[in-house]
């Protein structure tokens, strides 16, 4: 059977809604829904007030449990440390999952380009973020800390665990990144910048809906360099304030900025073949002049990461990052399938006790191989 040939519609650059062009989609897909809420008061791009819709990614809502399948030295340094750590986004497990998210937006902007829906500097500013996706992450470095909502799952333990593996159960919530040598830092405007928890997307229609939305989004904020109508390069002047006395910080999006963004969309996509998995990420960054990077030794040698845990009582707000955090620890412990199931038990428990736990780890349901 034939796939079917749907017309998109996607956000255009005041605001309206606007055929993008027909081409091959996954069947069912009629158009572009956008159900997010209005940015008010609306904000001032090219001098125009524009309502944009804000792309979004599906969070995973507080006190949710999720789990994260380690092994014994993983399930060690958590628990002793209280705080988790997120890894490059270059560096995680499967070096092919960056790749696959620049196909898609490859392929969306491919779509875009040259349908005479968008003005040329419009496309020219399309061109140049997608040209950005892996140098700003010099930038704007992204950090992930991967879990999952399968509490007993036989493929993790056999992907990311040893013999014993753990999983260990953590309660979403807000957590803010360890900085030890610098104050508190208040949240950036910006929306890529929060570390925030999120649900990762599988099924091609519901990515192409989010990265179609960042891709709008981004194209609606592209700056026109007022002499010419040619693409801005030149730093944007101060933005403006709007109505409620904020400062707009969307006009004269510069494609770096957009290409952050965009990105922070597309650490959400991944294979559909690892549906199974039902994984969720802590996804959050590092300025450049922070030292809350930290190294350490993986099969890709050196590997970034930062840490995160629970702001501390006296951080006035939410804070970006933080010298000192309050402990992060789990609220359930589950160890994997083992023939040695007493000894790995007593360890766990040991080690629990250690870290102020006042529960005993389960064992894991499935049978050992």
């Not at 380690?70 to 340094?77: F, H, P, Q, S």
């Not at 599988?202 to 010419?228: F, I, P, T, W």
């Not at 300025?287 to 040698?301: H, I, K, N, T, W």
């Amino acid at each position: 059977m034939a796939s079917m040939r749907s017309p998109i519609f996607w956000l255009g650059p005041c605001g309206e809604t606007i055929r993008m062009t027909d081409r091959e989609v996954d069947s069912g897909v009629s158009g572009i829904q956008l159900p997010l809420p209005l940015l008010d008061p609306p904000v001032s791009i090219s001098g125009v007030p524009t309502r944009l819709l804000a792309p979004v990614i599906e969070p995973v809502p507080g006190g949710t449990t999720v789990w994260h399948y380690t092994d014994a030295a993983g399930a060690i340094g958590m628990m002793t440390e209280g705080r988790v750590r997120a890894t490059s986004v270059l560096c995680l497990n499967d070096e092919a999952e960056f790749h696959y998210g620049e196909g898609l937006v490859h392929d969306l902007i491919e779509g875009i380009l040259g349908n005479g829906q968008l003005e040329p500097y419009q496309e020219a500013h399309l061109v140049e973020v997608e040209s950005s996706l892996k140098s700003v992450l010099d930038r704007y470095p992204l950090f992930i800390f991967c879990a999952s909502e399968a509490e007993d799952s036989l493929g993790q333990w056999r992907g990311y665990s040893a013999d014993p593996g753990y999983s260990l159960g953590f309660s979403v919530q807000d957590l803010v990144v360890l900085d030890r040598h610098s104050p508190p830092r208040t949240l950036d405007p910006l929306p890529h910048l929060a570390p925030r928890w999120g649900r990762v997307l599988y099924e091609k229609n519901a990515q192409h809906q989010l990265l179609l939305r960042g891709l709008s989004y981004c194209a609606a904020a592209a700056s026109r360099d007022d002499s010419n109508g040619s693409l801005a390069t030149s730093e944007p002047p101060m933005p403006p304030t709007n109505a409620s006395g904020a400062e707009d910080v969307y006009g004269g999006y510069r494609p770096e900025n957009a290409a952050a963004t965009l990105m922070s969309l597309l650490v959400f996509c991944k294979h559909p073949s690892f549906a199974d998995e039902q994984e969720v990420r802590l996804v959050a960054t590092s300025p450049p002049d922070s030292r809350a990077v930290e190294f350490r030794q993986s099969r890709f040698g050196v590997t970034p990461f930062v840490s995160l845990g629970v702001p501390p009582p006296e951080a006035e707000g939410r804070v970006w990052t933080a010298p000192l955090c309050d402990p992060y620890l789990p609220d359930h412990v589950m160890i994997g399938p083992t023939p040695h199931r007493e000894p790995a038990f007593h360890g766990a428990s040991q080690l629990l006790r250690r870290a102020g736990l006042d529960f005993d780890p389960t064992h894991s349901a499935s049978p050992f191989r």
